[in-house]
């Protein structure tokens, strides 16, 4: 049975590979089309490739099996984040950061900061802090991919052979064709994913009577479920898991550059307007039918997920082969993208400042991409403890640099000493609360650090209201720094 | 550029999508129709609601308070 599924699997995987060797095709050895593809992406690609990197894991694994043992608040939460707080944060972030790309050619977050504020520590510190949280997590698609394998395949296939196929696959086509390669297969990746959740909620529901007599069933074994509310879902949980996500999402390095990369203002128009409807399409049936399997009596093993449990019960064999393809569809497309921005990172914002730039910066990138990837599959075999800690709790040190460069962005008055303080000094509330209280201390995530100090909040959120009032306070108490060019930003009335 | 007005009643449009995206009048509440709790039926409508608010700011407003800042 396995060899069925392994095929499924496989044959994906080589569909996957030859999307991203055509794009090779259309490629220039420069820096900006390796990362940006020449800032070219129009709509379906730019929506569906920030979709699918949106997407991890989560979306198969993750986020059916809490609404499977929680209920279907989640969709809330998803919809608040993604559907909502994330287009207005596309405008407000994205468009403008897409503006002075256009202007002033930036590839990454780190030189758009650092031109504006004339501070290569500042660059470096950005770009530091992002691979920081960037690498646990990618070390987690893998390991989460790894794992996917194993189980598809009852162990036959073992751990490091899963993850790291996986790995040279990706290694292959971002190698090969930077940006433009990762769109497409995320595009791909993206409509595959939606077309499998949709068949899987249609094929369960058939076979136990539509939708109304699962819910009834839900009803009677889980009634508190149905009532919004309670349990795990406070408002603070709710609103806070929403908000600290949704301004992390924006500076995860793979989302925040594709603001750089869309072709024209009409694109970001299209994709802005289209985010909720995109996260209804694709939550609503996942996090359902995570739900329904509740009711439905599906038995999940320990440490295992919902939707695979739920298949193996309703549908045939190479149906549930399918939901594997899926979900390391899901991984693949948010790694690949990562893979490329940790690159640009690191080529751009601190290889480059710290040794000068490359001969022919595509080709380091390249051998960049390599060396990340490989640096994560390592970490995913040893993966210790504190590491997946680091991973799983990365959206909330992104979230801790989103309100410094919304300050940038809009407030002349923002200073580099500001811009400095806000950063470090989140970071540090944030990672010390991260070490103090659940590395080291007894807490078993940020959550329960959060209901036990911030009346319930995540510590994320206090960490963001530390970086306003950082940048706000020391940018008043402070006057610019030789080298800031206000006019980077503002106005046209640039200094050189 | 729209007028001082509008745009005051954009930011009201977005922040009202923003507070009501989770039926929080529905806290508690248990009900269900057509296979879906009521609540997630809200939301479902919302999310509607919510892109055609994003294309008409997208038509009427977009390029407001980002474009020349300053």
């Known amino acids: 049975m396995a060899v069925v599924e392994l095929a499924l699997v496989g044959a994906y995987l080589v569909l996957a590979l030859a999307v991203g060797l055509v794009a090779f095709r259309l490629t220039d050895d420069t820096a900006e089309d390796y990362y940006l593809a020449s800032r070219s992406l129009g709509t379906v690609v730019l929506l569906f490739t920030t979709f699918a990197?949106?997407?991890?894991?989560?979306?198969?694994?993750?986020?059916?099996?809490?609404?499977?043992?929680?209920?279907?608040?989640?969709?809330?939460?998803?919809?608040?984040?993604?559907?909502?707080?994330?287009?207005?944060?596309?405008?407000?972030?994205?468009?403008?950061?897409?503006?002075?790309?256009?202007?002033?050619?930036?590839?990454?977050?780190?030189?758009?900061?650092?031109?504006?504020?004339?501070?290569?520590?500042?660059?470096v510190l950005v770009a530091g802090v992002s691979l920081f949280w960037l690498l646990p997590y990618v070390m987690l698609q893998q390991r989460g991919a790894g794992q996917a394998v194993v189980g598809l395949t009852d162990g036959a296939v073992p751990y490091w052979v899963g993850a790291g196929g996986i790995t040279l696959f990706m290694i292959a086509y971002v190698v090969a064709s930077g940006m433009r390669g990762v769109a497409w297969t995320d595009t791909l990746q993206g409509v595959f994913m939606l077309a499998f959740i949709w068949g899987a909620v249609v094929w369960v529901l058939a076979a136990v009577g539509g939708p109304t007599a699962a819910t009834e069933a839900l009803a009677d074994s889980n009634p508190e479920f149905l009532v919004l509310g309670g349990g795990l879902y406070t408002p603070q949980y709710v609103v806070g898991t929403a908000v600290y996500i949704a301004f992390g999402v924006t500076m995860f390095p793979q989302i925040n550059q594709r603001f750089f990369a869309a072709d024209s203002a009409a694109t970001l128009k299209r994709t802005f307007s289209l985010w909720p409807v995109l996260v209804v399409l694709l939550f609503l049936p996942a996090f359902m039918l995570g739900t329904w399997a509740a009711g439905l009596g599906v038995v999940v093993p320990e440490g295992g997920n919902v939707i695979p449990a739920v298949l193996r019960e309703f549908t045939p064999a190479w149906f549930a082969a399918l939901v594997v393809a899926g979900a390391l569809a899901a991984m693949m497309s948010s790694s690949d993208s990562m893979l490329l921005s940790g690159s640009s990172y690191f080529t751009r914002d601190v290889y480059a400042p710290l040794a000068g730039e490359a001969d022919r910066e595509a080709l380091l990138g390249r051998?960049?991409?390599?060396?990340?990837?490989?640096?994560a599959f390592a970490l995913s075999l040893t993966a210790t403890q504190s590491i997946v800690r680091i991973g799983n709790t990365a959206f909330g040190g992104f979230a801790q640099?989103?309100?410094?460069?919304?300050?940038?962005?809009?407030?002349?008055?923002?200073?580099?000493?500001?811009?400095?303080?806000?950063v470090v000094g989140a970071q540090l509330f944030y990672l010390g609360t991260l070490v103090a209280g659940v590395i080291l201390g007894p807490f078993e995530n940020m959550g329960s650090v959060g209901a036990t100090y911030y009346l319930g909040w995540h510590p994320g959120i206090p960490g963001m209201l530390l970086s306003l009032l950082l940048v706000v306070g020391v940018s008043v108490a402070t006057s610019p720094s030789p080298g800031e060019d206000v006019g980077a930003y503002f106005g046209g009335q640039r200094a050189d | 550029m729209v007028s001082r007005a509008e745009r005051y009643g954009w930011i009201l449009a977005l922040a009202?999508?923003?507070?009501?995206?989770?039926?929080?009048?529905?806290?508690?509440?248990?009900?269900?129709?057509?296979?879906?709790?009521?609540?997630?039926?809200?939301?479902?409508?919302?999310?509607?609601?919510?892109?055609?608010?994003?294309?008409?700011?997208?038509?009427?407003?977009?390029?407001?308070g980002v474009e020349g800042v300053a």
């Open chain 2, 16 to 64: 009202v999508l923003v507070a009501f995206a989770v039926p929080w009048f529905l806290w508690g509440d248990g009900r269900t129709a057509l296979g879906l709790p009521l609540w997630l039926w809200w939301h479902v409508g919302w999310m509607g609601l919510a892109a055609v608010v994003f294309r008409l700011f997208a038509i009427r407003a977009w390029d407001d």
């Open chain 1, 367 to 375: 051998a960049v991409v390599v060396g990340f990837a490989v640096a």
């Open chain 1, 53 to 123: 990197t949106l997407l991890s894991a989560f979306t198969f694994f993750g986020g059916p099996t809490l609404t499977y043992a929680r209920g279907p608040e989640w969709m809330l939460v998803m919809g608040l984040m993604d559907g909502v707080l994330f287009a207005v944060l596309w405008y407000v972030v994205g468009y403008r950061q897409w503006l002075l790309g256009r202007d002033e050619g930036y590839v990454t977050l780190g030189e758009m900061l650092g031109d504006r504020f004339g501070s290569t520590g500042l660059r």
């Open chain 1, 401 to 422: 640099l989103t309100l410094p460069v919304i300050a940038a962005l809009y407030w002349p008055r923002t200073t580099r000493t500001g811009m400095l303080a806000a």
